[in-house]
């Protein structure tokens, strides 16, 4: 059994998944037009973005992979010892998440039980969990018993002599060998591969203790006088089976607490229906399951039923409900020709659907995907913490030697059984499952919240980084416009006349995918103009299209495409700067070199892009607008915005050159767009936003994509930002200073001073205590305002 993780090997990598990114991680089609050779071997990228960073920096990059690669072969070893059970679902580590095995299993790395990846959504209650919960229970009575008996033993001695530790050992022991089972299997483990970790700690202090104590009942003859605490040599097993219970304890709120973090993905997943209405060539109609859906196929959503899957209105016009999907709670009217998205709510009348993407190519299943990886991806901040933490276990461990030493040396009377003591609590207060836990914990919390407000972030990086923009370069058409434009004239030159003119462009822009585009081909349409197939279609210019249509040679863009093709605009150029001025879109047609009219398009301005302009500025962000379109029609939709910096009729080249020279004066860029010419710039910049209702392209090369297409978005993204970051420096402060303040008072280092020791019991219960804090602080997201 492999790992379903997909580690870039060159040229060998592949599989079902394709290929994989060494930039990004993405998967990439072994066909990916974006390759690069280095030292012998083809590596492919998603973007032109991620071929640049490599190509500056392969080193690093490969670097990260082979580490990544270092830890998938752990993952793989630990998989093929996964318990039998399910090994058809990809599993992950909640603290390392570069750890993927199909089935359950073992972090190698930490010791914890892994999670699936994607959570199902009537998945059974977690094993582990279940698991915890029975050995806690049945262990507890046992552990009250040798507690209280431990201390009546010193003031009213139930037992005789040695009797009672031997009562003690036999009531104990069920608690720590079979009920702390796991822990010690897990220390073990960590001490075979290296990789010490809380476990280590907690199987090294229960253990030291009982193992001491064991010894002390059957052979006290070996200990020396200093040892003897007048009713013989002292024994610690309540210490070893309350720290076992009080773990198990920690262990469930832990557990629990987690299990919260992935109820964004199961509201997601238990958003789409069941059933669909399929619609059969003779007009009846019957409940099929959602599975046996396939494109193309009609569908009927009648009112109060979910849209099943993703498709297009073919009849009917009704409110759809697309809150769960978007955040937007006003209903969105459907009409003929507009699209749905599948697991929206269908408020009031009936629709008739055309499929045109079906299971994991809806929207939903890509949101699920997309917010299950950037869960279990690992936040810039938390480097620093795994850093620390790759020495912390390794220094407690000398802590905990020197404490016993310096007691047994320099101590009182009895030092040695007080450094035990002191030692066994240092090893079990500073367990790093907080320090590890403090910012996975913050980020599957924060991209649930997200989701379910219509911002997807990527990775966790994504998360941290959008807090830190200061300058924002928005796209016009689709971002701050409805990008549905609507066609308002056209004007010929002789001898092409109006029609002819909206002919021709409608033949050539069919096989375009701008919205500009689509409004002329739908009124050519609507106007019942026939059209003919382009012979040739040339596109991804960003300034216009090309091709051949009935033997004619024609070009279609804005003024910088007929620059480039040397086609004189005079003729018309007053005309265009009257319709511009009033924010219309101006594309100009040229048939054979020669100038033959214009059209004119004009697209509205979304509601929320005045309100979102405003917020970002308000909160020190400067918006930049940089669009295709002409520069006074651009400037016009800028007044309209308070947007004080315009370019106009740029090329997807220069969006990409202005992001970089914005850089290379020290700002932090975000782009925002949603088109294929926006995807260099999406690609270059700090922060890429896709709009959710652009292209694949535009989503695949940004890190936040806005499921609605709403720069409002952008201001929850960054709410959300500032609300995670600030979430994870308060988990990693108290982690940092929890360990800080406890293992010098855990070591006995007050008690010159104030007579003060800390209990192991009490270490236990800080340390169950403090994992558990950390999850719950982070928990608090769910209710941050965005």
């Known amino acids: 059994m492999t790992s379903s993780h997909c580690h870039h090997q060159p040229d060998q990598t592949k599989g079902s998944a394709g290929l994989t990114d060494p930039v990004c991680g993405m998967k990439v089609k072994e066909d990916s037009e974006h390759q690069e050779h280095y030292q012998g071997s083809t590596y492919r990228f998603c973007s032109q973005g991620c071929q640049t960073k490599f190509r500056s920096d392969p080193a690093r990059y490969l670097t990260a992979q082979r580490d990544h690669g270092a830890s998938s072969q752990a993952s793989t070893s630990a998989a093929q010892k996964a318990p039998d059970g399910d090994v058809t679902t990809e599993y992950t580590c ?7 095995q199909m089935g359950p299993g073992d972090c190698p790395i930490c010791g914890m039980s892994l999670e699936p990846v994607i959570p199902e959504l009537d998945e059974d209650e977690n094993p582990e969990l279940k698991d915890f919960s029975k050995r806690f229970w049945w262990s507890l009575p046992l552990t009250v018993a040798v507690t209280l ?32 089972w796991p822990f010690f299997k897990r220390g073990l483990a960590s001490i075979r591969q290296r990789s010490p970790n809380m476990w280590t700690l907690i199987g090294i202090g229960t253990g030291a203790a009982y193992f001491y104590s064991l010894v002390a009942t059957a052979l006290p003859g070996l200990f020396p006088e200093s040892f003897n605490m007048g009713g013989g040599i002292g024994v610690y097993y309540e210490v070893a089976a309350v720290i076992i219970s009080l773990t198990l304890l920690g262990q469930l709120l832990e557990l629990k607490a987690r299990s919260q973090t992935s109820s964004a993905i199961k509201s997601l997943l238990g958003l789409s229906p069941k059933t669909a209405r399929r619609i059969a060539d003779d007009g009846t109609e019957v409940d099929v399951p959602l599975n046996d859906v396939q494109e193309g196929d009609q569908l009927r959503i009648r009112p109060g039923e979910k849209v099943p899957v993703d498709g297009e209105v073919l009849e009917g016009e009704s409110a759809v409900d697309e809150s769960m999907l978007t955040g937007e709670p006003v209903p969105v009217t459907k009409r003929v020709g507009d699209t749905v998205i599948g697991a ?38 938390q480097r620093m913490a795994d850093k620390v933490a790759g020495y912390f276990v390794v220094t407690v461990i000398g802590i905990a030697l020197l404490t016993f030493m310096g007691w047994g040396l320099f101590g009182p009377e009895h030092g040695w059984m007080f450094g035990l003591i002191n030692a066994v ?50 796209d016009k058409t689709g971002t701050l416009t409805e990008g549905r434009p609507v066609f308002d004239r056209a004007e010929g030159v002789s001898p092409y006349d109006q029609r002819e003119v909206i002919r021709l462009a409608a033949s050539l822009d069919q096989g375009s995918e701008h919205p500009l585009a689509h409004a002329i081909v739908d009124h050519a349409r609507g106007q ?47 005309k265009a700067e009257q319709l511009r001025e009033n924010g219309t879109s101006i594309i100009f047609l040229a048939v054979d070199g020669a100038l033959a009219g214009l059209l004119a398009v004009s697209d509205p301005i979304k509601p929320t892009s005045k309100e979102a302009v405003e917020n970002l500025q308000a909160n020190g962000v400067k918006v930049i607008m940089a669009t295709g379109d002409g520069l006074t029609t651009a400037r016009a939709v800028a007044r309209e915005l308070g947007i004080e910096e315009v370019h106009g009729e740029v090329k997807p080249k220069d969006k990409e050159q202005l992001v970089s020279k914005l850089q290379a004066q020290g700002k932090i860029v975000a782009m925002a767009g949603d088109g294929i010419n926006d995807a260099p710039a999406l690609a270059r910049a700090d922060v890429g936003i896709a709009m959710g209702t652009g292209t694949d392209v535009a989503m ?43 293992i010098p008072i855990a070591a006995g280092v007050l008690y010159p001073l104030m007579g003060l020791l800390l209990s192991p019991i009490i270490a236990a219960l800080a340390m169950s205590l403090s994992s558990a804090s950390v999850v719950f602080n982070a928990l608090r997201l769910r209710s941050a305002k965005i």
């Open 149 to 180: 008996l431990a201390m009546a033993g010193h003031s009213i001695p139930l037992f005789h002599g040695a009797s009672q530790s031997w009562v003690e050992l036999a009531i104990s022991t069920p608690v720590v060998l079979w009920a702390g």
């Open 528 to 574: 019942g103009i026939e059209l003919v197939r382009p012979e040739t279609f040339e596109s991804g210019s960003g300034i216009g299209v090309r091709g051949i249509v009935e033997g004619k040679q024609l070009q279609l863009g804005n003024t910088a495409l007929m620059q480039e093709a040397g086609v004189s605009v005079d003729e018309l150029r007053d």
């Open 94 to 100: 909640p603290m390392h998440p570069e750890i993927r």
């Open 425 to 474: 609590a240092v090893l079990i207060i500073a367990c790093p499952c907080a320090l590890g836990l403090a910012t996975p914990m913050s980020i599957m919390v924060a991209t649930g919240k997200a989701a379910g407000s219509g911002v997807l972030f990527r990775d966790a990086s994504a998360i941290e980084n959008v807090r830190k923009i200061d300058t924002l370069i928005v």
């Open 700 to 742: 695949n090369s940004a890190q936040v994509t806005l499921v609605k297409g709403d720069l409002m978005g952008i201001v929850r993204a960054r709410t959300l930002s500032l609300a995670t970051v600030r979430n994870m420096r308060q988990n990693l402060l108290f982690a940092f200073m929890y360990n800080g303040i406890s």
């Open 344 to 381: 929206t709510l269908n408020t009031s009348g009936s629709l008739v659907m055309k499929a045109t993407k079906v299971g994991s190519g809806t929207m939903l299943s890509q949101i699920v995907q997309m917010v299950a990886n950037a869960q279990r991806s690992k936040a810039p901040m």
